[in-house]
């Protein structure tokens, strides 16, 4: 993807674009094929980049790969797993979190796994403490070296009583894959119960898998000793779908978003609707648009599901910049979120970043110096600015409020935004941004 994008705003985005399955969700059903005693096929596959990550990642352990671009359809067999040279898995994982799912499908099929400093969006800390605790319940021996974390299954992992500390997803995918294979009942509490951690256990449970859900976010699996291969068609990408119809908002455009679906969005859509959205669900996705003349200052807490999610924080912080009056928004999944907002600010925004929890649910980052808090008084007028892009969705909130702003903006660090939202130039393009492409 190429690197430098420049953006001449003003411009309302009309048209149409179509997300294709979560990026939350399809390198994770990837890694699960690992353990399968056949193969497995994923559809609705997007190309991104951790996609890539993986395809590259489960080659290198021995599984054949084949990934059809058009049809979306990747192809893999998982016969003939074996141990990865560590400095190659280093190499290819990237700034990916994805390794660290590899453990317990790896412990599984070859004994150990090996994880290397993982990357990711810096959007707070991003500790893996959850990850290994788990782990090692379930009997893995885990030894942390300059290099990496070395984990290591000494005899067969056993089923435990878990209970995460707060509903993470990746944890919660951590004791799902390694649990449907571990000897005996494994009974995760606190689990998170994301679309996508759902979709994970549809794949799983098409392996052969004994998954049960409680109402109380709890998690019962059943250990087997095998399990086959899936045919899948991912979910599709909610935080895209949330990204693009923040777009309409902003811009004062008009989107239909193909493979929206509303079931995965009903919070969004409540605060779509406050803010002074509107839009009209169809069959095959949902139409975006502005309802009036204004938009509507909003006071807002980000939660795990059914909450409002943190990924559709930011593309809304930019059209809560335009709407009449002062908003608020909590940020209570992670710390540090709000380090988008500076390029804002330079282009005109009127945000105060606080350390105090401003909503009703006390977080875990409270009386904890996190500037976790933002206070966003609006409609302030938009300039375009040079940037560079932070992470994947502060990136996109970026490009949006220089959709927005009149003047030229200058955007570097494009590639990042290919971790999360496929032929991304393509779709501006599509929807009549005025764009021009660059290398550097
Ligand atoms: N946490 C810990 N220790 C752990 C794991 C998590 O303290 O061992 C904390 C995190 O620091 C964070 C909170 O728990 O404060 C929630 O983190 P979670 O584990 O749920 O996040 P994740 O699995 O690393 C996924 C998505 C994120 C999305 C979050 C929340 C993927 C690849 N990433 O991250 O997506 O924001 O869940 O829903 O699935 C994005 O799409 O831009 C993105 C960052």
């Excluded at 004994?210 to 909610?238: F, K, S, W």
């Excluded at 540090?336 to 980052?365: K, Y």
């Amino acid at each position: 993807m190429s690197n430098v994008l420049t953006i001449h705003g003003g411009k309302p985005l009309v048209g149409s674009v179509s997300v294709r399955g979560a990026k939350n969700l399809v390198p994770k059903a990837m890694v699960a094929a690992l353990l399968g005693s056949k193969p497995s096929v994923i559809r609705n596959v997007p190309e991104i980049k951790d996609v890539d990550v993986v395809t590259g990642l489960l080659r290198l352990h021995g599984v054949v790969v084949e990934h059809d671009c058009d049809s979306g359809e990747i192809y893999m067999d998982p016969t003939g797993v074996k141990t990865a040279n560590n400095a190659e898995i280093d190499a290819f994982a990237g700034d990916s979190r994805i390794p660290i799912l590899f453990c317990g499908p790896l412990m599984h099929a070859v004994g150990a796994a090996f994880i290397p400093d993982l990357g990711g969006c810096k959007i707070g800390d991003r500790p893996i403490d959850f990850h290994l605790e788990v782990l090692r319940q379930f009997g893995a021996e885990i030894s942390k070296e300059p290099t990496g974390t070395y984990i290591r299954a000494p005899r067969r992992l056993t089923g435990a009583k878990l209970e995460l500390p707060y509903p993470s997803v990746g944890a919660t995918e951590q004791v799902l894959l390694t649990a449907v294979k571990a000897d005996g009942i494994t009974e995760l509490k606190g689990a998170a119960v994301e679309p996508e951690i759902h979709d994970l256990i549809h794949v799983l449970q098409k392996m052969g898998a004994v998954i049960t859900v409680q109402t109380d976010r709890t998690i019962r699996i059943e250990g087997v000793p095998e399990l086959g291969g899936y045919n899948h068609v991912a979910l599709n990408d909610r935080n895209e779908s949330a990204s693009w119809a923040s777009a309409a908002l902003v811009t004062n455009g008009d989107i239909f978003v193909e493979g929206a679906t509303q079931r995965d969005l009903t919070a969004f859509l409540n605060v779509y609707r406050k803010i002074g959205g509107d839009f009209d669900v169809r069959d095959s996705g949902i139409r975006f648009w502005r309802g009036g003349d204004t938009l509507n200052p909003l006071v807002l807490e980000t939660d795990v599901h059914p909450g409002f999610m943190t990924d559709w924080q930011q593309p809304l912080v930019v059209a809560l910049t335009q709407a009449q009056g002062v908003s608020i928004v909590h940020e209570t999944v992670y710390e540090n979120r709000f380090g988008f907002t500076d390029a804002l600010i330079r282009m005109g925004a009127s945000i105060q970043l606080h350390r105090e929890c401003l909503g009703s649910v006390p977080c875990r980052f409270g009386q904890r110096n996190f500037l976790h808090s933002a206070v966003i008084s609006g409609p302030a007028k938009l300039t375009g600015t040079n940037f560079n892009i932070p992470d994947l969705r502060g990136g996109f909130s970026h490009v949006l409020a220089a959709l927005a702003a009149e003047g030229t903006s200058v955007a570097t660090g494009m590639a990042v935004i290919n971790r999360g939202y496929e032929k991304f130039f393509d779709k501006l393009e599509g929807l009549g941004a005025d764009i021009e492409i660059s290398e550097n």
